[in-house]
């Protein structure tokens, strides 16, 4: 089976890395995901292993939809019998681009009437629609007037890692935090420092990685698991690629550290990370006074808004932390426009990413060759 694994604009290369080292094979990554290839149960594995993945989407049929008739046919025509039943729930999304039929909500709406339909049609009942909860999630791709329909592994988007406390403001995505911490180079054994660290999503995803922790261990289910075929012989295969993530993961953890002038961000952080099982050292203060160790990795997602009170110190600041740890990777992911002093280091090419809907920049240091 072809499968194509989708992620944050910018984060693709960092997933293409990811699913070559998990050894997926026909691992190529293209506009908004990764292609890789395998069986149902590679989907599987991808789904309990990506930390960067946000949904694995397995194509079921390419058509031609260039009127409502022709993609209502076209979805029609789809054997869904695998996977969906009239006791079961679904949800359909879409995106389209270049074609004429332009609105997502109605290529949702036809896409589920011929998915329905065509049950109803066979079995005398129909299963209904859960926008929040739903057993299938179907998405529907159409591109140039050809629609392609996908089956989607993962369920819920595969950043939902159940870690996260609900109160944290303005956190990263896990999946988009994963992403930056392999972009700075971070050798997952020496210390880790994030000196502005919020609730922590950063040094989550960097013990985890450190760990070797599957992701999705800490998920109740997935997408997959609540399907018509997934049988006992699935369970059982799905039971046993979790008993080996719980096998793989290391026991020694690096030293991580977070740093941050909020206190209540802190108590976040103690809550996440124990939650992912682990502890981390917390420092209260600013990013200015940050006592690192030698060597490692300084990363971080510095505030930015317009209630930042001091910017130009801000940016200073950050200039200096780059400059007093020369022996770091450091990385920072900025929003484009934030400003930043000059450092006597030279940065890496810049890596443009998206907080959501926010066009940021990864601006990182690699360590300074040690003299002699
Ligand atoms: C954008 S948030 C970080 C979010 C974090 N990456 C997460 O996922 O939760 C920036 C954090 O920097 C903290 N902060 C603001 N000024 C600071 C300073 N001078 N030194 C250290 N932390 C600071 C804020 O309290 C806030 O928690």
């Known amino acids: 089976m072809q499968f194509f694994?989708?992620?944050a604009k910018g984060t693709e290369p960092a997933l293409r890395d990811e699913l070559r080292e998990l050894r997926f094979a026909g691992v190529r990554a293209d506009r908004g995901g990764v292609h890789f290839e395998g069986d149902r149960r590679a989907a599987y594995r991808a789904c309990l292993w990506s930390r960067i993945a946000l949904r694995v989407l397995a194509p079921l049929a390419t058509f031609d939809a260039p009127d409502e008739g022709r993609l209502y046919a076209g979805v029609r025509g789809v054997e869904l019998d695998d996977v969906l039943d009239a006791s079961r729930t679904l949800v359909v999304s879409a995106a389209c681009r270049s074609s004429r039929l332009t609105h997502t909500g109605y290529l949702c709406q036809l896409t589920k009437d011929a998915v329905v339909d065509r049950i109803r049609d066979r079995a005398g009942a129909r299963p209904s629609v859960d926008k929040r909860n739903a057993d299938v999630h179907l998405f529907l791709h159409l591109v140039k007037d050809v629609a392609t329909l996908y089956l989607d592994f993962a369920g819920q988007s595969l950043h939902e890692r159940g870690l996260r406390e609900p109160s944290a403001v303005a956190p990263l995505r896990e999946t988009l935090a994963a992403a930056v911490v392999r972009y700075s180079g971070w050798d997952r054994k020496s210390a880790f420092v994030d000196p502005a660290c919020g609730s922590g999503?950063?040094?989550?995803?960097?013990?985890?990685?450190?760990?070797n922790v599957a992701p999705g261990l800490s998920?109740?289910?997935?997408?997959?698991?609540?399907w018509v075929g997934f049988d006992a012989a699935e369970r059982a295969a799905m039971d046993a690629l979790r008993e080996e993530a719980r096998a793989a993961e290391r026991a020694e953890l690096p030293l991580l550290v977070g740093r941050d002038v909020s206190e209540s961000a802190l108590a976040l952080v103690q809550k996440s990370t124990r939650r992912a099982g682990f502890e981390v050292r917390v420092a209260l203060g600013a990013l200015a006074d940050a006592e690192e160790p030698a060597a490692g990795a300084i990363v971080a997602n510095p505030p930015y808004g317009r209630r930042?009170?001091?910017p130009a110190e801000l940016a200073r600041d950050l200039a200096r932390l780059v400059d007093r740890h020369p022996a770091a990777h450091v990385a920072f992911l900025m929003a484009e426009e934030q400003p930043i002093g000059h450092t006597r280091r030279r940065p890496q090419a810049p890596r443009e990413l998206f907080n959501g809907d926010i066009r940021c920049v990864l601006r990182s240091w690699a360590p300074l060759p040690v003299a002699g």
């Open 5 to 7: 694994a989708t992620a």
């Open 201 to 211: 999503t950063l040094l989550v995803e960097a013990g985890l990685w450190a760990k």
């Open 219 to 226: 998920r109740e289910r997935f997408g997959f698991e609540r």
């Open 308 to 310: 930042l009170e001091r």
